[in-house]
């Protein structure tokens, strides 16, 4: 079975350094797209960031290009969303989510982690 | 960015009735290629989002048959043949023709 498992809730300070990760399992992590989306308190989706790790390539949202960075280690086919100082706006729950291609397009996210909650606050 | 529209944004159901959520893009889904990203998703109380129907109208692995998805361009529209009392929750529409994915606002669906 496909699964993706994420890390633990993390509370941070603002300012402070994050590494939250995704565990894929139940398929070949390098054929499949893996990305992360953003959901605030109360709020609706976002999407983030994309990595093909078949060849490195990555898609950001505009609204999170230099504000955090995914990458994978395809040895433990496992994706990361890291940021280097983070805000008290950066508290969300954060999911990883599969990407399927299909015509050459990243179709649809046919799975999704059960959710990092991120929390910022002095 | 495309920008997603869903209506209503609040939708009170009765358990063996249908019910029905529209989503609208700023510009045509429609691809070059002939096919059409769109597609929706289901987040239930408490858990995480899951995928209910993709490139418009074929239903993802597992969901029930009373779930369908319709529309072409720039409409769309989710239907629910015979709501029961598990599809509560909030029903969201997104835009896959463009990387920059975008989300609907979000349909809450309760009893």
């Known amino acids: 079975d496909v699964q993706l498992v994420q890390s633990a809730a993390e509370v941070k300070k603002p300012g402070e350094s994050l590494k939250i990760s995704c565990k894929a399992s139940?398929?070949?992590?390098?054929?499949?797209?893996i990305g992360w989306v953003r959901q605030m308190p109360g709020k609706g989706l976002e999407w983030m960031a994309m990595f093909y790790p078949d060849d490195s390539n990555t898609k950001y949202s505009s609204s999170f290009q230099g504000q955090v960075t995914i990458s994978v280690d395809k040895s433990i086919s496992t994706a990361y969303l890291q940021w280097n100082s983070l805000k008290a706006s950066d508290t969300s729950i954060y999911y990883c989510v599969r990407g399927v291609t299909f015509g050459g397009v990243i179709a649809y996210f046919d799975y999704w982690g059960q959710g990092t909650l991120v929390t910022v606050s002095a | 960015d495309i920008v997603m529209t869903q209506s209503p944004l609040s939708l009170p159901v009765t358990p063996g009735e249908p019910a029905s959520i529209s989503c609208r893009s700023s510009?045509?889904?429609?691809?070059?290629?002939?096919?059409?990203?769109m597609d929706w998703y289901l987040q239930k109380p408490g858990q995480s989002p899951q995928l209910l129907i993709c490139m418009a109208s074929n239903r993802a692995s597992g969901v029930p048959d009373r779930f369908s998805g319709s529309g072409s361009g720039t409409d769309f529209t989710l239907n629910i043949s015979r709501v029961e009392a598990e599809d509560v929750g909030v029903y969201y529409c997104m835009q896959a023709l463009q990387t920059s994915f975008t989300f609907g606002p979000g349909t809450k669906v309760d009893i």
């Open positions: 510009q045509s889904l429609l691809h070059s290629n002939g096919y059409t990203y």
């Open positions: 139940g398929y070949s992590f390098t054929r499949y797209w």
